[in-house]
């Protein structure tokens, strides 16, 4: 256990649909990090955030935004859902910012679009 | 941009020893992280190679060589629960995101 919480653990909704997907990080985690796995994919960089503050943006579609809160836990939205939007996506955190080193990653939140 | 190239798959019988390279083109590249992943579970952290040269933790041992953008993951006393796809992944960027690779599916025989 890493000590990161994501849910829901699974999701099924309908294309054009909007969902959220919630992150806590480990206890004193102040970065916060999304990702997007599709089948037998690598991971993709979604966004980083930062105590609060968007720190870096991958290839995050303008359909999806996130942010974090003051208590650190993060949210993931993605509206106008595809179907290629079917994915795991995982959360992770680290203690600080900008040091490339080991990230804890949740159990991730897998999402089907029909 | 930005990319990782690593085998998509490998196999080894319990007990060898198998290595996975990593050849990254990167900019900004800060270092090379190495990830497990059991069967679209949580990724898990093996090891960081901010210099060149090998970290050895355990069984599974990195290195990395910064002037041929290269890295590989060794993996020695190979055991069933290795199996397991494995990713490397580079830190770049001021706030060091990792970009990963698309992963090498390791399968290993008793």
């Known amino acids: ?31 916060v990090y999304w990702y997007q796995q599709s089948l037998d994919q690598g991971l993709q ?4 955030y930062y105590n609060g503050e968007e720190r870096a943006k991958g290839n995050i579609l303008e359909r999806f935004s996130a942010q974090q809160f003051p208590d650190l836990h993060s949210e993931l939205n993605l509206s106008s859902l595809e179907l290629g939007d079917s994915a795991l996506y995982f959360c992770a955190s680290s203690p600080q910012a900008g040091t490339g080193r080991e990230l804890f990653f949740g159990e991730g939140s897998r999402l089907t679009v029909l | ?27 900004g590249f800060y270092g090379l992280s190495w990830y497990q992943q059991h069967d679209g579970g949580a990724p898990t952290f093996l090891s960081y190679n901010a210099l060149d040269g090998l970290e050895e933790t355990g069984r599974f041992s990195s290195f990395l060589s910064r002037s041929d953008s290269y890295g590989y993951l060794l993996l020695q006393e190979l055991q069933m629960k290795d199996s397991a796809s494995y990713f490397c ?11 990963f690779g698309s992963g090498t599916q390791l399968t290993v025989l008793p």
């Open chain 2, 1 to 27: 941009g930005q990319s990782l190239e690593q085998p998509s798959e490998v196999t080894a019988v319990e007990g060898a020893i198998v290595q996975i390279n990593c050849t990254y083109q990167t900019s």
């Open chain 1, 1 to 31: 256990d890493s000590g990161v919480t994501q849910t829901p653990k699974h999701l099924i909704t309908a294309t054009g649909q909007r969902v959220t997907l919630r992150c806590s990080p480990r206890s004193g985690d102040l970065s």
């Open chain 2, 89 to 99: 992944a580079a830190a770049r960027g001021s706030a060091r995101q990792l970009t």
């Open chain 1, 45 to 48: 960089f979604l966004i980083q």
